[in-house]
């Protein structure tokens, strides 16, 4: 297994090891410190890009989703933002929130592993191996083992994935190797946030670094993180009255999230609402329309209409995945384009 880091610190936080710091304080701050996250520590999943290019607002408006979307309690996020779509890495921030002078970002590995075009494949990494599947340059999908998968394991991944032209037997895994940068870099809109967290430590520190070391580079960092402060400020005012509405939205969702999990407390049975937006997303991606929906204690029953060239086995594996459903059947309705779909609703937790 090689690893590759460039001069900067590069500290890694290992599930198995926990934080391994790499250079002194002073260094840290001088050159920026990277802790780079396990992929055992993270979370994965994906999202469509918003459409209409980069703004503070789309910006925000994709912090609120992943939030919604996480099953982690209180995280933190990196936006891997490609194309047509975004990578939402998370972890929980209580890994992270003992680090004592820490002056820099913070990745998973994942981002840092060299990129792969089209295909998938078998990544060695901090803690155990990670499988990839990997289209037009972007991670599709990622999944997690704590030691080497066998054959059945890797077939199931690309499964769940829809990666049926893939080899369907376990490759070699690939040494662990870093690259210096993302393969995509960040919008400008995710500078708000770092310029955000600058305070009045930072500044003192800054200061007193200046004077006893004559850094011509941490002057020029300094001079950048200002500049950037001064663009973005024109933009947040004018965004103010839609940061508002962002931040009453968030808060609207937080209560409804708190009114689902009372529901499920309460009734040790799922929320209608939170079994239809999670089946409606999924019939989205099919171009299928939900005609009718029917919660009958712990079955479900949708019924759909589809185009001529629908493919049923496809749908049923989408649904299979779901993790709120199990037991799926799709059968032909009466009428042409019908289709009626029963599934048993696991239990809530």
């Not at 090891?17 to 979370?43: D, F, K, T, W």
């Not at 494949?121 to 901090?126: G, K, W």
């Amino acid at each position: 297994m090689s690893r590759r880091f460039p001069n900067r610190p590069q500290s890694v936080l290992s599930a198995s090891r926990g934080v391994e710091r790499r250079g002194g304080p002073v260094e840290r701050l001088i050159l920026g410190e990277r802790v780079i996250i396990s992929r055992a520590l993270c979370h994965f999943e994906t999202m469509n890009a918003l459409v209409g290019g980069q703004s503070l607002r789309r910006y925000e408006a994709a912090k609120l989703s992943a939030r919604a979307r996480t099953p982690i309690a209180d995280p933190a996020f990196y936006f891997d933002w490609g194309k047509d779509q975004i990578g939402v890495w998370s972890w929980p921030k209580s890994l992270t929130a003992d680090l004592t002078d820490f002056e820099g970002e913070i990745l998973p590995e994942t981002v840092l592993h060299p990129p792969l075009q089209d295909g998938a494949r078998l990544m060695a990494t901090i803690d155990g191996y990670e499988g990839q599947v990997w289209s037009e340059g972007q991670l599709k999908a990622s999944r997690w083992w704590p030691s080497q998968p066998g054959d059945a394991d890797w077939a199931s991944f690309l499964r769940v994935t829809r990666s049926a032209g893939a080899d369907q037997h376990r490759p070699v895994a690939e040494d662990l190797i870093l690259t210096d940068r993302p393969a995509h870099s960040q919008p400008y809109t995710a500078l708000v946030d770092r310029v955000k967290s600058i305070s009045l430590r930072d500044m003192t520190a800054l200061a007193l670094l200046c004077i006893a070391v004559p850094g011509l580079y941490l002057l020029g960092q300094w001079a950048h993180l200002s500049q950037t402060r001064a663009s973005a400020s024109a933009e947040l005012s004018a965004l103010s009255e839609e940061t508002a509405e962002i931040g009453e939205a968030r808060l609207i969702a937080q209560t409804a999230s708190n009114e689902l999990a009372l529901y499920a407390q309460a009734l040790n049975r799922r929320h209608p609402a939170e079994l239809l937006a999670s089946v409606s997303e999924e019939l989205a991606r099919f171009s299928i329309r939900l005609d009718a929906f029917e919660q009958n204690d712990d079955i479900l029953s949708l019924n759909l209409n589809a185009d001529a060239d629908f493919a049923p086995e496809a749908l049923v594996r989408a649904m299979e995945n779901n993790p709120l459903l199990n037991s799926v059947r799709l059968e032909p309705g009466r009428g042409s384009g019908e289709w009626l779909l029963t599934a048993q609703l696991e239990s809530a937790q």
